[in-house]
C-alpha cells in the first residue's frame, strides 16, 4: 500500500505527490487519510499528548487504567457499546463510527513516556476497552508492538481484548513480555453462525477465525479468555446455538468465559434499532419492548438466559469459571461483568509463566468488572 501518496480528504485538486490538511476540529491533528484498500474509510492521523486514560472513580472495572491507540472501529459492529464516545469528537455514533477512524500515530512513544514517569505504579493496563486495538488498521500503524514493549519494559502489567485476529502477529512479542510482567489477553466472540456474524459484525474476522486464533495463543502457551458478548435475543441465544458456542470455545482451549445479554445505551441502541427494523423487522417490536426500560434487556430475559449460560457452560467444562455477566439480576443499573480466567493478568504462584491449565479451568477466582462490547 502506498500510504504516504494517498488522497487527504477533502482534496480534489491534490497532486499524488502528498496531502495537505484536513479541515477537521480534531486536537493534534497531522493528516486525514483514504485508500482504496480501505474503501469508505478515512483515518485521521493525530499526534496525542497523553495516551494513559485513568478510569472514572467509582468504576467497577477491575483495572485503573487504559490505553485507546484508536478512537472509531472498522470492525463496524452494529451494537457495539463505544459508539456514543466518537460523538465527542464530532462525529455521529453511527456510520462515522465506523468509516472515520483516529489514529494515535505517536501513542507509544508518549506511553513510553509516562511510564517512565517517578509517579507511576505499575498498575494495570487495559487495552480494547474501547475500540479494538487490533482493526485492520493495525496492520499499516502497528501501534501495538510498541506499546505492548514500553508496558512490559516499565514493569507494568497489561491484558489486551480484541475482535482482531491481527493478534496473532504479535504472539512472540507477547510470550516474550509474559516472561517480564503478567499479560492477559481476551478474545470476543459472542456466535459461531458465520452468516450472522458477516451481517452483524461485518468488518470483524469471522467466528472461525477468531477460534483459531484462540487455539494458536493457548498453544503458545498464554492465556485466553473468551467474553462471549452480545448474546442476541432470538438471533444467537436458541439451545442450538449457545451449545454450539461454548462446545467451539473448549475445543479452542480458552482458559474462561463470561456470557452476555446485548446491552444498548444511548447511541448505540438507535443505531441497533435501525439495523433490526431492516434486517429483522419481524423483530423490532420484540426488542422494543425487551428494552423498553432503558439500556438492559428486562429481568425476566437476563434470568431466562444465565439459566441457559450456566447449563451449556457446566456441560462443555467451563462450570469453575465465571458464569452470567449480570450480577446483579434486580437492579440492572448496578450490573457487571466477571472477566474470565486469562483476561485479567495474574501472577502464577510459580512465576510469570502464563497460560498453564485445561479449558475451563482457572488457577485464580475470576475478577468483576463492567460489561464489555467490543
Not at 449457545?242 to 445505551?265: C, M, R
Not at 457452560?313 to 466477571?338: M, Q, T, V, W, Y
Request: with cysteine; net charge positive; aromatic share 8%.
Amino acid at each position: 500500500m502506498r500510504w504516504d501518496a494517498q488522497a487527504l480528504v477533502p482534496a480534489p485538486a491534490q497532486e499524488a505527490s502528498g496531502p495537505v490538511p484536513a479541515l477537521l476540529p480534531l486536537a493534534g491533528l497531522v493528516r486525514s487519510v483514504t485508500t482504496p484498500d480501505f474503501a469508505g474509510i478515512t483515518f485521521h492521523e493525530v499526534t496525542a499528548k497523553s495516551v494513559l486514560n485513568r478510569v472514572p472513580t467509582g468504576s467497577r472495572m477491575p483495572f485503573e487504567w487504559t490505553v485507546n491507540p484508536y478512537r472509531g472501529c472498522s470492525h463496524a459492529c452494529v451494537y457495539c457499546f463505544a459508539r456514543k464516545s466518537h460523538t465527542y469528537l464530532d462525529f455521529d455514533a453511527g456510520l462515522d463510527f465506523d468509516s472515520q477512524v483516529v489514529v494515535k500515530v505517536n501513542a507509544a512513544e508518549v506511553l513510553r513516556k509516562e511510564l517512565a514517569k517517578p509517579s507511576w505504579c505499575r498498575q494495570q493496563v487495559a487495552l480494547g476497552t474501547n475500540t479494538d486495538p487490533y482493526q485492520r488498521a493495525e496492520g499499516r500503524y502497528r501501534l501495538m508492538p510498541g506499546i505492548i514493549s514500553a508496558l512490559a519494559d516499565s514493569g507494568t502489567p497489561l491484558s489486551i481484548l480484541t475482535k482482531g485476529t491481527l493478534l496473532a502477529r504479535d504472539i512472540p512479542l507477547l510470550k516474550s513480555a509474559a516472561t517480564q510482567v503478567p499479560v492477559g489477553l481476551g478474545i470476543s466472540l459472542a456466535m459461531t453462525n458465520e452468516a450472522l456474524s458477516e451481517a452483524i459484525e461485518p468488518g470483524t474476522p469471522g467466528p472461525r477465525a477468531r477460534l483459531k486464533l484462540v487455539s494458536r495463543l493457548r498453544e503458545a502457551g498464554l492465556p485466553c479468555g473468551v467474553m462471549a458478548m452480545p448474546i442476541l435475543p432470538w438471533l444467537s441465544d436458541s439451545d442450538e446455538a449457545l451449545d454450539a458456542l461454548f462446545a467451539s470455545l473448549a475445543a479452542a482451549g480458552a482458559t474462561g468465559v463470561t456470557a452476555g445479554a446485548l446491552y444498548l445505551k444511548p447511541g448505540t441502541r438507535e443505531w441497533f434499532m435501525k439495523w433490526i427494523a431492516a434486517n429483522h423487522p419481524e423483530l423490532a417490536g420484540r426488542y422494543r419492548r425487551l428494552y423498553e426500560t432503558g439500556s438492559y434487556a428486562s429481568k425476566e430475559y437476563r434470568s431466562w438466559l444465565a439459566g441457559k449460560v450456566r447449563y451449556f457452560k457446566a456441560r462443555h467444562g467451563f462450570s469453575h469459571s465465571a458464569g452470567f455477566s449480570h450480577r446483579d439480576l434486580d437492579d440492572p443499573r448496578g450490573e457487571e461483568a466477571e472477566y474470565p480466567a486469562g483476561i485479567i493478568p495474574e501472577a502464577p504462584a510459580g512465576g510469570l509463566a502464563q497460560g498453564s491449565g485445561p479449558a475451563g479451568g482457572q488457577t485464580g477466582q475470576a475478577t468483576q468488572g463492567s460489561l464489555f462490547q467490543l
